[in-house]
C-alpha cells in the first residue's frame, strides 16, 4: 500500500517551521547527551521551557537512536509539541533507528519537522528508510484506523546540505521497492495464487519500459521440462507459474540473475504442516515478491547491471494429485530428484528456475533469496539471514550491502562432508538429508548444498530468510507480517556493482 508520509527537505530553520511536532536531534556524547551545534536558533531557545542539559536531564535521555520524549511549547499560533530525538552518533544505523523511533512517535500528527544533525548523504538515505518503513501498514479492515494510529503525513528535514534531496529521494526509492514486497508477501493466499503473482510482474514490466516480462504456464512448464516446478504445484487446482523479468540499462557491465522462492501457499503437501507453522505461510513467497520488487527500483537506485529476475511460483496444496512421498522427479536440467518430503518443496522449484539460469542465460553470478528451511532460523533466529555462496567475493559485497542496509546477513559454511546428505539412493539427488545419522540435523547447509547443484558451477550466493523473513510484532522499521529482508540489501549491491 503507498505510504502515508511523505519526506521532504526543507531550507530555514525549525524556529520558522509551521509543523504540528518539531524535532530537535540529541546525540550520545563522550560525556552524556549533546545537541546538534547549530540546529537550535534564538527563535527556537525562546520558547523553550527549560535549557537543554536541564531537559535531557529531566527527561533522563540518553542520546540513544529512536529515543524521544517530547513535551509542548508555545508558538505565535498556540501550542505545539516539541521532541527530542537520539540520533546516536549521527551515523546511518543509528539515523535509520531514528528515524523509525520518530515515524512511530508521531502517528497521529500531521507534519513534523526535524533539524537535519548535518549527517552524510548515507545517513539521509538511512533516515528516509527508517521513518518510511516503520510508517509502513497493511489492512484490510473495513473501518479506518484512529486518528491517533495514522502514520505521519510528512516530515520535513530542516537545514540539511545540497545533497539531501537525492539522498532522501534514494531512501524513499529503497523503502518503496521494500513495500511493495510487503504487500506482496501479506496479501492473503486466496488472492495471491501464481498467476495472480504473474500479474503483478506485468504490471511492474508495464510501468517501466526497460523492463520485459515473460511467462510460463503449466502447458510452458511441461513442454520445456520443468519437472520440478510442476511436481510442487500438481495438488493445487490454481497452477504454477515461472516468471522471467528482464532490466537492461545502457552498456550493462555485467548480467546478475536473481532467482526467488515463490510458494504462494506451503501447506506442506502430504507431508503435511502443523497449523502453527501454516498459519504464517502466505508469506513463503517472500523470496519472489523481494526479486520482484528489486527489479522494480532498479532504474530509480541507478543500477548499471543487467538483471533477470527469476520468480518460481507454486502453490503447495494436498490433493489427490499431489506429488507422493517416494515420488522421482525430473529437473530442467535433466537431474532426478527423489522427494522425501513434500514439504521441502522451496528448494524444488528454486532447482529448476537456477538450472534454466545456468543453462540458458549466461549470468556472471546468480543469487537466490528464499524463506527456506527452519534450520536457518534455529542457527541465527529471526534478527540475521544466513548466507552461502561458492564466491568469496561475491559474499564479501553482499554482507557489506546488507551491513549498510541494517539486514544482517551470517555467512555459513558449504561443508563438503555433508555433500552425501544430498544423494538418493534411486535418483541423483534427493530433496532432504539422508545422512542425518552420520552428521547430525543441518538442513540449512543440505539445502544449501542440494541448491548448489544446479549452479552450473557460476559465482552464487544463496540467502536464506526464513528467519528475518517474518515479524511476529511492530518494531523498529519492521510491521507484524512479511518483513521483504534483503530487498535493500540486493538494491544496493546491485547499485554500487
Given at each position: 500500500?503507498?505510504?502515508?508520509?511523505e519526506?521532504?527537505?526543507?531550507p530555514?530553520?525549525?524556529?520558522?517551521s509551521?509543523?504540528?511536532?518539531l524535532?530537535?536531534?540529541v546525540?550520545?556524547?563522550?560525556?552524556?547527551?549533546e545537541a546538534?551545534?547549530?540546529?537550535v536558533?534564538?527563535?527556537?531557545?525562546?520558547?523553550l521551557p527549560?535549557?537543554l542539559?536541564?531537559?535531557?536531564?529531566?527527561?533522563?535521555?540518553t542520546?540513544?537512536?529512536?529515543?524521544l520524549?517530547?513535551f509542548?511549547?508555545s508558538r505565535?499560533g498556540g501550542?505545539v509539541?516539541?521532541?527530542?530525538?537520539?540520533?546516536g552518533?549521527?551515523?546511518?544505523?543509528?539515523?535509520r533507528?531514528?528515524?523509525?523511533?520518530?515515524?512511530?512517535a508521531?502517528?497521529?500528527n500531521?507534519r513534523?519537522?526535524?533539524?537535519w544533525?548535518?549527517?552524510d548523504?548515507e545517513?539521509?538515505?538511512?533516515?528516509?528508510e527508517?521513518?518510511l518503513?516503520?510508517?509502513?501498514?497493511?489492512?484490510?479492515?473495513?473501518?479506518?484506523?484512529?486518528s491517533?494510529?495514522?502514520?505521519l503525513?510528512?516530515?520535513?528535514?530542516?537545514?540539511?546540505?545540497g545533497?539531501?534531496?537525492?539522498?532522501?529521494?534514494?531512501?524513499?526509492s529503497?523503502a518503496?521497492?521494500?513495500?511493495?514486497a510487503?504487500?506482496?508477501?501479506?496479501?492473503p493466499?486466496?488472492?495471491?495464487?501464481?498467476?495472480w503473482?504473474?500479474?503483478?510482474?506485468?504490471e511492474?514490466?508495464?510501468?517501466?519500459?526497460?523492463?520485459?516480462?515473460?511467462?510460463?504456464?503449466?502447458?510452458?512448464l511441461?513442454?520445456?521440462?520443468?519437472?520440478?516446478?510442476?511436481?510442487?504445484?500438481q495438488?493445487?487446482?490454481?497452477?504454477?507459474?515461472?516468471?522471467?523479468l528482464?532490466?537492461t540499462?545502457?552498456?550493462?557491465t555485467e548480467?546478475?540473475?536473481?532467482?526467488?522462492?515463490?510458494i504462494?501457499?506451503?501447506?506442506?503437501?502430504?507431508s503435511?504442516?502443523?497449523?502453527?507453522?501454516?498459519?504464517?505461510m502466505?508469506t513463503?513467497m517472500?523470496?519472489?515478491?523481494?526479486?520482484?520488487?528489486?527489479l522494480s527500483a532498479?532504474?530509480?537506485?541507478?543500477?548499471?547491471?543487467?538483471?533477470?529476475?527469476?520468480l518460481a511460483?507454486?502453490?503447495?496444496?494436498v490433493?489427490g494429485?499431489?506429488?507422493?512421498?517416494?515420488?522421482?522427479?525430473?529437473?530442467y536440467?535433466?537431474?532426478t530428484?527423489?522427494?522425501?518430503?513434500?514439504?521441502?518443496?522451496?528448494?524444488?522449484?528454486?532447482?529448476?528456475?537456477?538450472?534454466?539460469a545456468?543453462?540458458?542465460?549466461?549470468?556472471?553470478?546468480?543469487?537466490?533469496v528464499?524463506t527456506?528451511?527452519?534450520?536457518?532460523k534455529?542457527a541465527?533466529?529471526?534478527?540475521?539471514?544466513?548466507?552461502y555462496s561458492?564466491?568469496?567475493?561475491?559474499?564479501?559485497?553482499?554482507?557489506?550491502?546488507?551491513?549498510?542496509?541494517?539486514?544482517?546477513?551470517?555467512?555459513?559454511?558449504?561443508?563438503?562432508?555433508?555433500?552425501p546428505?544430498?544423494?538418493?539412493?534411486?535418483?541423483?539427488?534427493?530433496?532432504i538429508?539422508?545422512?542425518?545419522?552420520?552428521?547430525?540435523?543441518?538442513?540449512?547447509?543440505?539445502?544449501?548444498?542440494?541448491?548448489?547443484?544446479?549452479t552450473?558451477?557460476?559465482?552464487?550466493?544463496?540467502?536464506d530468510?526464513?528467519?528475518?523473513?517474518?515479524?511476529?510484532?511492530?518494531?523498529?522499521?519492521?510491521s507484524?507480517?512479511?518483513t521483504a529482508?534483503?530487498t535493500?540489501?540486493?538494491?544496493?549491491?546491485l547499485?554500487?556493482?
Amino acid at each position: 500500500m503507498p505510504f502515508a508520509t511523505e519526506i521532504h527537505p526543507v531550507p530555514g530553520t525549525l524556529a520558522e517551521s509551521t509543523a504540528d511536532l518539531l524535532v530537535l536531534p540529541v546525540l550520545t556524547g563522550e560525556e552524556g547527551p549533546e545537541a546538534v551545534e547549530g540546529v537550535v536558533d534564538g527563535g527556537l531557545t525562546q520558547v523553550l521551557p527549560a535549557p537543554l542539559t536541564d531537559l535531557f536531564t529531566h527527561y533522563a535521555l540518553t542520546g540513544k537512536p529512536g529515543e524521544l520524549s517530547q513535551f509542548p511549547v508555545s508558538r505565535d499560533g498556540g501550542l505545539v509539541r516539541l521532541a527530542l530525538l537520539g540520533v546516536g552518533s549521527g551515523g546511518p544505523d543509528d539515523l535509520r533507528k531514528a528515524g523509525a523511533g520518530l515515524a512511530r512517535a508521531a502517528r497521529g500528527n500531521e507534519r513534523a519537522a526535524l533539524a537535519w544533525p548535518g549527517s552524510d548523504g548515507e545517513a539521509a538515505t538511512a533516515f528516509a528508510e527508517g521513518a518510511l518503513l516503520a510508517s509502513y501498514t497493511f489492512t484490510l479492515k473495513s473501518a479506518e484506523a484512529p486518528s491517533a494510529q495514522r502514520p505521519l503525513a510528512a516530515i520535513d528535514v530542516v537545514g540539511g546540505a545540497g545533497d539531501l534531496a537525492e539522498a532522501l529521494a534514494l531512501g524513499t526509492s529503497l523503502a518503496t521497492a521494500t513495500a511493495l514486497a510487503r504487500d506482496l508477501i501479506n496479501t492473503p493466499s486466496m488472492t495471491k495464487d501464481p498467476e495472480w503473482m504473474a500479474a503483478r510482474a506485468r504490471e511492474v514490466a508495464a510501468a517501466d519500459t526497460r523492463l520485459d516480462v515473460r511467462v510460463w504456464d503449466e502447458k510452458d512448464l511441461d513442454e520445456e521440462g520443468f519437472g520440478a516446478i510442476l511436481g510442487v504445484g500438481q495438488g493445487s487446482s490454481r497452477p504454477p507459474r515461472l516468471v522471467q523479468l528482464s532490466y537492461t540499462p545502457e552498456n550493462p557491465t555485467e548480467h546478475v540473475v536473481l532467482v526467488g522462492k515463490g510458494i504462494t501457499f506451503d501447506t506442506g503437501g502430504l507431508s503435511l504442516k502443523p497449523n502453527d507453522n501454516m498459519k504464517l505461510m502466505k508469506t513463503d513467497m517472500s523470496g519472489s515478491a523481494i526479486v520482484l520488487a528489486v527489479l522494480s527500483a532498479l532504474a530509480a537506485v541507478g543500477s548499471g547491471v543487467r538483471v533477470t529476475g527469476l520468480l518460481a511460483l507454486a502453490e503447495n496444496a494436498v490433493s489427490g494429485d499431489a506429488t507422493r512421498i517416494g515420488d522421482v522427479l525430473t529437473t530442467y536440467t535433466g537431474k532426478t530428484v527423489e522427494v522425501l518430503n513434500s514439504d521441502a518443496e522451496g528448494r524444488l522449484v528454486l532447482a529448476d528456475a537456477m538450472g534454466y539460469a545456468s543453462t540458458e542465460l549466461a549470468p556472471d553470478v546468480l543469487v537466490d533469496v528464499a524463506t527456506l528451511t527452519g534450520a536457518a532460523k534455529l542457527a541465527l533466529g529471526t534478527g540475521t539471514g544466513a548466507l552461502y555462496s561458492n564466491d568469496d567475493a561475491v559474499a564479501v559485497e553482499i554482507e557489506t550491502a546488507g551491513r549498510a542496509s541494517g539486514e544482517p546477513l551470517w555467512r555459513m559454511p558449504l561443508t563438503e562432508d555433508y555433500v552425501p546428505t544430498t544423494r538418493s539412493r534411486v535418483a541423483d539427488l534427493a530433496n532432504i538429508g539422508t545422512r542425518g545419522r552420520d552428521f547430525g540435523p543441518a538442513g540449512a547447509t543440505d539445502a544449501a548444498l542440494f541448491l548448489r547443484e544446479f549452479t552450473g558451477g557460476l559465482p552464487w550466493a544463496h540467502l536464506d530468510i526464513a528467519g528475518p523473513g517474518r515479524s511476529m510484532q511492530e518494531s523498529g522499521l519492521l510491521s507484524k507480517g512479511g518483513t521483504a529482508f534483503t530487498t535493500r540489501t540486493l538494491l544496493r549491491w546491485l547499485a554500487r556493482r
